[in-house]
């Protein structure tokens, strides 16, 4: 029913898109309000300007959109179980968001912000997290050694995220 299909300055609200395909659909400036997303399919979809807010987003391979001119902001959503490897996510907004279990492997995430989201679970590796907010985030396990660096923001208490992959004792 959304496959192939383009939708412009859209608002869906209060949906349950549960397994939907959305393959091949172009999203330019539309809006997730309270909608649950749990293994829909955006296969070669094109999300351009797309804000999710209060979503329920479980499963979703979002790696197997179109990659181009690729545009997401998540507010106060729970993203579980998510791939979001070998995205260009630069300056991707994830605003108290639980991103729980994801997969961000090769995934550009330059100037992105982690706004007081709980990143339990999720893994970080070979991403470039330059100039990238982590300030507010919580439970995150980011190894320094796979990822790239460059004035990444991290608050004193969150730091210890960084050590987890040094088997370190911290008191």
Known sequence: MYSKKTFDTETFRNKDFTKESFVGTVFNDCSFVNCNLSNAN??????????FKECKILGV??????????DF??????ISMCTFSSLDLKGCLFDGCEVLNCDFVQTDLSNADFKNS???????????????????????????????????????????GLLDSYDLDIE
Do not use: E, Y
């Open 118 to 160: 709980d990143l339990r679970g999720s893994r970080f590796q070979n991403c470039n997290m330059s100039f990238a907010s982590f300030r507010t985030a919580v439970n995150f396990n980011i190894n320094p050694n796979i990822n790239t660096f460059k004035k990444t923001k991290f608050s004193t208490p969150g730091i210890v």
């Open 73 to 78: 902001v998540f507010d106060h959503s729970v």
């Open 42 to 51: 955006f296969s070669q979809s094109s999300p351009h300007g797309v804000s």
């Open 61 to 70: 391979d979002f790696s197997r959109c179109n990659p181009l001119l690729l």
